[in-house]
């Protein structure tokens, strides 16, 4: 029994996990945490949590936080531990070095989708104002990039259209290429709740997901699809409505751009689209295809949730398009119970994008090259700003391949784990003659960093956190940072040191600043998200208290755009050498590369990542549960422990990224969203064979 003993203080904060955003008082005793109590008034989770947000904490105190700033002349040096302004002025005096030698565009740097969006603000602030360039980039680059381009491609604006609440309205689920019971348990759940009620459930998946089949819960249809042919199906489910004429005509000519419309039509309805000649190649019977796409039209109220089984592939903005394209020629957009909602990954990873971590748009979504919105924050920050957009991540480590990319400031991420093909990646690292990382953790990264900069966890500063819904929620301060700074006070010091003069004392200086640039921020402010508890963007003069459910009286483009949606095959196809299709994921326990779970008690129920593999597969093989396998692709190779499972379909396997041991990211290969760069995780071709371990 271990004795926690009472709180003596405590504060209402947001999750630091995942995207639902999930609201906590955390209590308090001193500087140690006694427990995190889920928020009955939390907007988002009305008083639910799962096992990360409730129970995975421990990191924030665990022994292996970085609390002194270190820097080494070579990445093959020991670190050696320097005083804040040591380090800092060492960082600013490399990045100052590069530029002169290189040239303004040889330094860049990516934000974090953990921080907070003021933290994230600041960061792009630095490289467009302090280095000069446009070299920001974010984690949504490997995650929902797609979605952004896709959703403001049709609709014309990069986010969800629906609250979470919404689907209490919802009579069909349609979920694409997400498993939200293990990814974000607390949507999970509340959909269940929904489909417990009577909803019907379509999903589509290469994996029976637990949502498939569950207790009082049975998918009216699963569409087991082969890896990479997403667009083929939702193209072809379009098909089926467009055929049997399950079109809404009234929704489409009212609210849509009619003569694209019918161009899209006509391209639907073209044979080589119709379910059984899709077939062929996505695996999925044409009946259950066409099942599926009646339901979806005439179900009454029909909402999409889908996540990076969408996004991270070779195709992920055109599937997005075809999401879109099937919400508008069914209608279902504009009310509760309806929409089209990609399940973002991390807790701030809306908050990321939308705060101008994209090396083409200022906050806001506004294009670099836009002489009105650049002269408005020339204004503001008082310099020059690049009308050329910048480097995306994987072009960062192409450039510093190739020897024109030497300096790079990293928040928050461990893109050393979390970005495919590591090979590249470590290629691009280790040709930087200046890495500052700056991190909770001496995480895979920093094995390449030159300057390490202490991280503060979500516990230890104030700031907001942007969910999937738009929702715009306070984080706040319960305990000191433990190495003295917050993120956004360390980045403040690192822009001074580069000749900014800023002066921020407080995150919510921030925020004002980012209401004063930014128009669908227009009327957020701190004392607003303390009266109110949350808000939904946008929130200006239009929509004072926000928006919950977006395009109700028309799209923020104006008409709707239907793409035309081809299916083009990924070059990474099965063949003699590699004839299985990996593809991979979440669990409920883990959070994406581990940094915090595995420092945490959740560690336990997940200690290392395993490949799923069905039962023939495997017998053809012979491998038994538990073996050791070694997993090969074209680009790498690792070893992990075989999990034989009919979870998966016959020649597709599954497997984790959790565990930096377990190196999936070493078999993932560079192709990429044709669109955004997006990587493309989920389909990587490879081979399994028996091995006698790593
Ligand atoms: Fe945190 Fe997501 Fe779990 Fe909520 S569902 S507690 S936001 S990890």
Redesign the pocket.
Known sequence: VVEIGQPEHSAVTT?A??G???TFKAEMRGEEIVRMVPWKDGKA?HGH??I???FAYGYALHRDRVTSPMIREKITDPWREVSWEEAISHAASEFKRIQAKYGRLAVGGITSSRCTSEETFLVQKLIRSGFGNNNVDTCARVCHSPTGYGLSQAFGTSAGTQDFDSVAEADVVLIIGCNPTDA???VGAQIKRRLREGAKLIVVDPRRTELVRSPHIEAAFHLPLRPGTNVAIVTALAHVIVKEGLVNVAFVRERCDFDEYLEWAAFVAEERNSPEQIEKFTGVPAHLVRGAARLYATGGNATIYYGLGVTEHSQGSTTVMAIANLAMATGNLGRRGVGVNPLRGQ?NVQGSCDMGSFPHEFPGYRHVSDDNVRELFEEAWGVPLDGEPGLRIPNMFDAAVDGVFKGMYVQGEDILQSDPDIKHVSAGLGALECLVVQDLFLNETANYAHVLLPGASFLEKDGVFINAERRIQRVRRVMSPKAGYADWEVTQLLANALGCNWTYTHPSQIMDEIARLTPTFKGVSYEKLERDGSVQWPCNDATPEGMPIMHIDGFARGKGKFVITEYVPTEERAGPRFPLLLTTGRILSQYNVGAQTRRTENSQWHPEDVLEIHPHDAEVRGVREGDWVRVQSRAGETTLHAKITDRVAPSVVYTTFHHPLCQTNVVTTDNSDWATNCPEYKVTAVQVSPSNGP
Do not use: D
Request: charged share 10%; glycine share 12%; aromatic share 6%.
């Open positions: 999750c996990y995942c639902v955003g999930c989770n949590s799962c990360k947000g409730r974000h348990p607390v807790n």
